[in-house]
């Protein structure tokens, strides 16, 4: 298990635990409300957000990633691994309404991108892990032709990044070709600490943390799609990225156990590697007869990953011996395929359904040298999981009311066990997701929304794995074989007049994944993982308000939420309500010259078992094209250099007040050049398996 990502996925979790998901459906059917500055670049519909990328000052961003960062509402974590929508958690992403991950952001050119939708409702079509959907749109037209896209971004935080990517298009008759690659060049740097104490076992205890990363990580891209006539076409592609990091760590802790005190200086280092790629057939045909289309899909996914970490410790200022040594590899396949049928009626009703299945094998080898104790262990793990799931889904409208309603069944096995011990996980369970939404005009100006939908969160595969990392002799970050699933049902209703909009939200959350403590006590040995706490309830008042004038224009954000997460394990604490906030301000001047500012932040947050410190951060972007084919821009992220979160809780009797420190400090100069022109991108990609998000 990596240090780093471990760490980052520990603010994250700070920053942003109070997020969950959503996606669109069709059957919304008021006319959209545009902003109009000197271009359109914000629309607003029944509560979801539309961003003309292409006519804005965000085309000139260097990388998709970056882009997303900067846009109402979401959240890119410190190791640019995962994205959260505030009030909504991980979303699901989708490549012209094709589902993607991550890997595929990082290879999508900004150039490609039309526009970027932020949605919210999923329909039973869509994965039942979904409450909230990132819907990029690329560009299309009508000509042929070859495009090379050249991007270079130098960005400087305590160390000097850079990325650097090329994106090709070549497009032949019924033929389209698509190359990229990316070589970015890291030196992330990260750090947190907590203070805690075992009051039963007359434990106190703080640690710091902190290390730099060097990293070189490349991102790849190759596929082909052919139409073969205006009814059928197929696409073949495979994505893909491979890293390598050299991670130095040292750690400062003071641990106290009754009258035992001992201060101790860590010194890390880990070498690790990861790889991901991704590779799908897709096949579509339009049934003209019964005005129905057909899509077929097969899909296969690899993740693998290896570290080899070793520590020295220092006592109470004495020698360096050594501590220990560990040695983590992890591998995931997934094999999947997929079937959608639709099919569209005259009176404007539609009937959708379809199945898919998948199956996933996940190994895990961890070997662990303990010098000080003179022990030494190794263990494999196996897991194996299939999922099968089946949808239907029906839509239409009736005196101008528009409403679908639907349902999605998915069964899930799970198998996992320790090499020569008996199975130590079997899960077999059966889910419903129902789903229904209606929309009802007012008027030409006023619409109401009303959405119930019931979603699953489940953990990464590696996640339920085996793993340990090492802080110190006393504390370590784990993994947990016994993870759960978290089941989420959400009512909510949207008001809309004009381009101005209020949405009340309401969900509960069953088994929701948060960190906690495992206290071993022959080791003296703290461990802090992830666990399922009993419930979470919250409530979300959401408002939009944009507003624009001339050469200005402004897109503000604000949300009220009351979130309370319970456990039995846990002391709760109190429970108030807190506001996020977001406020964009665009300057179109001449000569294609823009000036952008953004803040956003989030006000103290007590949620029953977690209590969490305020946040702000300021960005600047000032933008400049020449020629139409060369693009400069500046960026200041952060202004206030405000890098600190905390967070307070006991969980299983142990106190922790712990801090998080994020590198998110950033001066950044970008540049992009455009060769050549390509104007019909017919390109298509549709992810097959709904579960590929978790292969990590």
Known sequence: MKVRIVL???????????????????????????????????????????????????????????????????????????????????????????KVEMNDLEALSVEDIKTIEIIDNPSSKYEAEGRSVILITRKTSKKEGFQLVFTENAAFKKKFNNYLGLNSSLKLSKTEFKANFNYNRLNPWESNGSDYTIPAKAIESNYRVAGYTKRDKYVYGVGVYH?????????????????????????????????????????????????????????????????????????????????????????????????????????????????DFEKKFKNEMKWEMGAQHSSAIAHTDLKIKNFEQDLASNSKYKLKEKNTAAYAQLSGSFMKISWMAGVRAENTRILGRYEGEPTSVDKNYTTLFPKAELSMPI???????????????????????????????????????????????????????????????????????????????????????????????????????????????????????????????????????????????????????????????????????????????????????????LSCTVNYNNVFMNRTFTENFEVSKVRSNAIFFVDNCEFSIAIRYTFGKIKDSIYKEKEVNENSGRIK
């Open 8 to 98: 980052a996925l520990l603010l994250l979790a700070s920053s942003a635990s109070f997020a969950q998901e959503t996606e669109k459906d069709t059957l919304n059917q008021m006319e959209e409300v545009v902003i109009e500055g000197n271009t359109k670049t914000y629309i607003y519909k029944n509560g979801n957000i539309k961003i003309d990328i292409a006519n804005s000052i965000h085309k000139t961003v260097s990388n998709t990633l970056d882009l997303l960062s900067r846009l109402p509402k979401i959240q890119i974590s410190p190791d640019r691994e995962k994205i959260t929508v505030i009030g909504k958690g991980a979303p699901l992403i989708y490549i012209d309404n094709q």
């Open 227 to 339: 139409k073969i006539n205006e009814e059928e076409d197929f696409s073949f592609t495979t994505n893909g990225t491979y890293k390598d990091d050299d991670f130095d760590f040292s750690t400062k802790t003071h641990n106290k156990i009754g009258e035992e005190q001992n201060r101790i200086q860590t010194l890390g280092k880990s070498k690790e590697h990861e790889s991901f790629i991704n590779s799908f057939f897709n096949y579509n045909k339009k049934i003209t007869n019964w005005n129905a289309s057909l899509f077929a899909g097969l899909q296969y996914s690899n993740y693998s990953s290896g570290s080899f970490t070793s520590a020295l410790n220092n006592y109470n200022e004495t020698t360096y011996q050594p501590f220990q040594q560990t040695q983590d590899d992890f591998n995931v396949d997934v094999f999947s395929g997929r079937i």
């Open 443 to 629: 008027d030409s100006t006023k619409t109401l929304n009303l959405n119930y939908g019931r979603s699953i969160s489940r953990p990464d595969y590696s996640s339920t794995s085996q793993g340990i990392t090492y802080i110190n002799p006393y504390f370590a970050f784990a993994t947990n074989i016994n993870l759960n699933p978290s089941i989420t049902s959400e009512l909510a209703a949207n008001f809309q007049y004009k381009d101005k909009s209020v949405k009340f939200s309401y969900y509960e959350n069953s088994n929701v994944i948060n960190y906690g403590f495992l206290y071993n006590e022959p080791q003296n040995l703290l461990i802090y993982r992830p666990q399922n706490f009993e419930k979470e309830t919250g409530y979300n008042l959401e408002f939009v308000l944009p507003f624009s004038s001339g050469f200005w224009s402004s897109n503000n954000t604000i949300s009220l939420i009351l979130n309370k997460i319970e456990d039995t394990s846990a002391v709760i604490g109190d429970t108030k309500p807190y506001a996020y906030y977001y406020s964009n301000h665009v300057f179109k001047l001449k000569n294609e010259l823009q000036f952008s500012v953004t803040g956003w932040g989030l006000t103290s947050r007590n949620e029953g078992v977690f209590q969490r410190n305020s946040y702000f951060q300021l960005d600047l972007a000032a933008s400049k094209t020449f020629f139409k084919n």
